[in-house]
C-alpha cells in the first residue's frame, strides 16, 4: 500500500483482557517501529525491528507486552492482561534503509 | 530528566506571523535531527530531516542545528491556518545506516487563526 496501515484504528477492551494490534508497513520498508502516545504526553518507544536482526526491545514497558515481525513485513504488538495505564495510541512507523521513519494512524486503544 | 526538552505550549499566532519552535537535548552523540507535524487524531508527518549542524530550508520552513548549544530550532514563516498542529522534535544517534529510534519531545501545540 501506500502508506502504514495499523488495524484497528480503535479498540476499547476490558481490564485483564489481552489484545493485538496489528500494521503493515510500506513494501520494501526494511526497518519497524512500535511507538506508544499517551495523553499530552510525547511518543514513548517500544520496539524496533531492522531487517533479519534482533529486535530491540529495550523500550516496551513490562513482560506483558510482545511484538512479532513475520516475513520482515507485517508486525503484531500484543499486550496481555491490560491495564488501565496501557490507554494511548500506538503508532507504527517504517522506514526504509537510511531514511526517516513514516507513521501510521495509529490505534487508539481504552482499556475499560 | 527527559534526553530532549520541549515546550509544549500552546502557542498561538495569528496568520502571517513567524513562528519559532525548539528544542533542547542533553546528549550530545545525537546526529540526526527531525521535525514532525502531527493533526489531531493522525500519526506524526516528516517535515524536515537535517543531519549535524547547520540549516536547512524548504519551502516555509527553516531547520537550525546548534550542536554546540544542543539546541535545535523550526521556523515557519508565513503561518497559514493549515500549520495548526503539534510540532515534535525528535532525534537519533544513527547507527551505521539505520536512524535506529527516535526520541522525541513533548510537542508544541501550534495554532495559527486567521
Known amino acids: 500500500g501506500a502508506g502504514v496501515s495499523q488495524s484497528p484504528s480503535n479498540k476499547v477492551t476490558e481490564k485483564g483482557k489481552d489484545v493485538e494490534l496489528r500494521c503493515d508497513p510500506i513494501s520494501g520498508h526494511t526497518a519497524l517501529y512500535w511507538y506508544r502516545q499517551s495523553l499530552g504526553q510525547g511518543l514513548e518507544f517500544l520496539i524496533y525491528?531492522?531487517?533479519?536482526?534482533?529486535p530491540d526491545k529495550s523500550g516496551l514497558p513490562s513482560d506483558r507486552f510482545s511484538a512479532e515481525r513475520t516475513g520482515g513485513s507485517v508486525s503484531t504488538l500484543t499486550i496481555q492482561r491490560t491495564q488501565q495505564e496501557d490507554s494511548a495510541v500506538y503508532l507504527c512507523?517504517?522506514?526504509?534503509w537510511g531514511a526517516g521513519y513514516t507513521f501510521g494512524s495509529g490505534t487508539r486503544l481504552t482499556v475499560v | 530528566q527527559k534526553e530532549v526538552e520541549q515546550d509544549p505550549g500552546p502557542l498561538s499566532v495569528p496568520e502571517g506571523a513567524i513562528v519559532s519552535l525548539n528544542c533542547t537535548y542533553s546528549n550530545s552523540a545525537f546526529q540526526y535531527f527531525m521535525w514532525y507535524r502531527q493533526y489531531s487524531r493522525k500519526g506524526p508527518e516528516l517535515l524536515m530531516y537535517?543531519?549535524?549542524?547547520g540549516n536547512k530550508e524548504d519551502g516555509r520552513f527553516t531547520a537550525q542545528v546548534d550542536k554546540s548549544s544542543k539546541y535545535i530550532s523550526l521556523f515557519i514563516r508565513d503561518s497559514q491556518p493549515s500549520d495548526s498542529a503539534t510540532y515534535l522534535c525528535a532525534m537519533s544517534l544513527g547507527r551505521g545506516s539505520t536512524l535506529g529510534r527516535l526520541y522525541f519531545g513533548r510537542g508544541t501545540q501550534l495554532t495559527v487563526w486567521p
Open positions: 537535517t543531519y549535524s549542524s
Open positions: 525491528f531492522q531487517g533479519n536482526s534482533a
Open positions: 512507523a517504517s522506514s526504509p
